[in-house]
């Protein structure tokens, strides 16, 4: 570890190169677009209309949709874990025909337009679909939970297979090797040596997850308008009501997914790390 | 006991090509190869890590080809030593244990007392020395009581006196285990101190297999001889100790060394051939090993010139091409032979 303290390393950079001090600059104009972005419309709902905010955090369609989110990212995190761990240590272990085909699908969602999700995520779970008829006595996808998971699912699962690839990727298989020769199969070297020292990389990549599952939009509401999600609701109210009526539940949206993220963080910070980096 | 019949196998750049070999029950067997010659490859086949492309793997009767690597009971000790990083020292020995359902605190004190660790028990690995991490990795693998222990270059990521160490180490569990060892080394002086006998593998092949003298003193052809003949390493007693200055008598010659070894004991005197310096008469010199000798032959290798010396013993010596002209060196001529005390290496 560096123990320079970070505001003489700064210095010492900028002062040894020009690139590092236009790069500096360059730096804080995105740091600054982020930050103001997002700090300027909390403070402006604060200070000009506080009222609001408290009669959105009563409101029981806003809890409402706010514990939707959270709930279906959570779940939708689960079931991205479920599959989304298996690829990625089989895409870390084995080289196979075709691995490179098997990667691009599994990263095509990253790169479609979030509405084209949700219009194809119609088309196979809606009602006459090739999935969604078949299932249509079981399970309903459209206008209900199940539509909103697999939206979640589609958008988010990439952020977790690749963390956790990755964080597979980290650990020698001589390792899972001297497992294997001290009496334990796969199954066991995978789940109590593979699988622990991974967990920093599965952590993040379900952090990721989830987070980018709950501010999907697009996708969702192709598929389920109803029930609403947070992101849903504050669309709703930005069309019918305008921005003064919207931005009250933006702001709570974003103080709980903020407060949980790094509450979740805080928690992992504290766990020993075992993975090179 | 380890019977390989006609083993292939071919893994990213590495191959094995028609391996056979049959490793005695209780023998310290060590492969020596160039890097790249499959040597490792060969290893985790032996373990079950790789499945073989064609051929079969005896345990005495037992053929274990096509067995999980969990149920062949083998310790494989890697370069490395792959400890488990998320547990701490204990955690670690226990492992092996714990897989097979066995909770035997005793029996994991009394290895680790045996191989001085138990300090270390409550230890992350990450603070351990490499010889430390090294015993805790062959504890960890000795008390599942293997078959076979297979030992992938064991020394190599060692420092110079941990070797030291850990080469007694290994020799005493061998002697006090009888266990069965198979012990991979690009090293020859390694293999030739440590070995019953010695397979040279190059090219994913088994070259040769013979005990060391034989191996040495009779490579199979040039390419071994070319691999084997850079160091000269010759077994003897020693038979007295002053205070670390040490005479190892080698084939009714006594060469002096310095060392902490007893009157008695059986060691192997290395020396580099690059420390020998050749000359046609006996001159002053700081140098207490001098010899006279018959050239048995030279090679040219470059710039520098191979000359193999009898001179009691047979040792090799590099002069440079300028030298070995001026001297006249020939096969048949006659020299004086001289190297420092310092110069010898004892193991």
Redesign the interface.
């Known amino acids: 570890m560096n123990k320079i303290p970070f505001r003489k390393q700064f210095k010492k950079a900028i002062k040894t190169d020009p690139l590092m001090v236009s790069f500096s600059f360059l730096a804080l104009l995105l740091l600054l677009f982020v930050f103001l972005t997002l700090s300027d419309m909390i403070i402006v709902q604060v200070t000009s209309d506080f009222p609001g905010l408290i009669a959105a955090a009563k409101n029981e369609s806003v809890i409402r949709s706010i514990k939707l989110s959270l709930y279906a990212g959570l779940l939708s995190t689960l079931v991205s874990f479920l599959v989304g761990v298996p690829a990625a240590y089989i895409l870390a272990r084995k080289d196979f025909f075709g691995k490179r085909v098997v990667e691009s699908i599994l990263d095509i969602p990253v790169v479609v337009p979030h509405t084209v999700a949700g219009i194809a995520l119609l088309t196979i779970f809606g009602s006459r679909g090739l999935l969604g008829e078949p299932l249509g006595s079981y399970i309903q996808f459209r206008d209900a939970l199940p539509g909103i998971i697999v939206a979640m699912v589609f958008v988010s699962a990439p952020f977790l297979t690749n963390s956790a690839r990755e964080g597979f990727q980290n650990i020698d298989p001589r390792i899972e090797n001297a497992a294997r020769s001290l009496g334990a199969p796969l199954w066991k070297a995978f789940l109590l040596v593979t699988l622990p020292i991974a967990s920093r990389h599965l952590l993040i990549g379900s952090i990721m997850c989830w987070a980018r599952a709950i501010s999907e939009f697009g996708a969702v509401v192709m598929i389920a308008y109803y029930p609403m999600v947070g992101p849903t609701l504050i669309y709703e109210r930005f069309i019918s009501h305008g921005l003064s009526a919207s931005r009250p539940v933006a702001v709570l949206m974003i103080l709980v997914t903020l407060t949980i993220f790094i509450a979740v963080r805080l928690i992992s910070a504290g766990w020993r790390t075992y993975d090179k980096d | 006991m380890i019977r390989i019949k006609d083993l292939n196998r071919k893994w990213k750049e590495f191959t094995l090509e028609d391996i056979d070999l049959h490793v005695r029950e209780g023998e310290y067997f060590v492969i020596l190869g160039p890097s790249g010659a499959g040597k490792t490859l060969l290893l985790?086949v032996i373990?079950?890590?790789h499945p073989p492309d064609r051929g079969e793997i005896f345990f005495g009767s037992r053929n274990i080809t096509e067995l999980?690597?969990?149920k062949?009971n083998?310790?494989?000790v890697?370069q490395?030593y792959?400890?488990?990083?998320?547990l701490d020292v204990l955690k670690n020995i226990e492992?092996?244990m714990r897989?097979?359902g066995l909770r035997d605190r005793a029996r994991v004190e009394k290895m680790a007392e045996y191989l001085n660790i138990s300090h270390l028990f409550h230890r992350?690995i990450y603070t351990l020395s490499g010889g430390e991490q090294q015993r805790i990795?062959i504890a960890?693998?000795l008390v599942?009581d293997p078959e076979v222990m297979?030992l992938d270059e064991p020394l190599s990521a060692l420092d110079p006196q941990t070797q030291e160490t850990s080469r007694k180490i290994l020799k005493k569990i061998h002697s006090d285990s009888k266990l069965t060892v198979i012990h991979v080394t690009h090293d020859q002086t390694e293999a030739r101190v440590m070995a019953d006998r010695i397979a040279v593998m190059m090219d994913g092949r088994i070259v040769q297999v013979d005990t060391p003298e034989e191996l040495f003193n009779r490579p199979i052809n040039d390419k071994v001889a070319h691999f084997l003949g850079v160091e000269n390493v010759m077994k003897g007693t020693v038979t007295a100790n002053d205070g670390g200055v040490t005479l190892i008598e080698v084939d009714g010659t006594s060469i002096e060394a310095i060392s902490d070894y007893a009157v008695g004991d059986m060691v192997h005197a290395c020396l580099r051939p690059e420390n020998v310096t050749l000359s046609k008469m006996r001159v002053k010199t700081s140098a207490r090993n001098i010899f006279e000798g018959a050239i048995i032959e030279t090679e040219l290798l470059g710039a520098l010139v191979r000359v193999k010396v009898d001179c009691g013993f047979m040792l090799n010596a590099f002069v440079t091409r300028q030298s070995a002209e001026e001297l006249e060196l020939k096969p048949g001529s006659h020299v004086i032979v001289s190297f420092k005390t310092t110069a010898v290496h004892v193991v």
């Open positions: 985790e373990a079950g890590f999980a690597p969990e062949r083998v310790a494989f890697y490395n792959s400890l488990f990083p998320h492992f092996g897989m097979r992350n990795a960890r693998s599942t297979l």
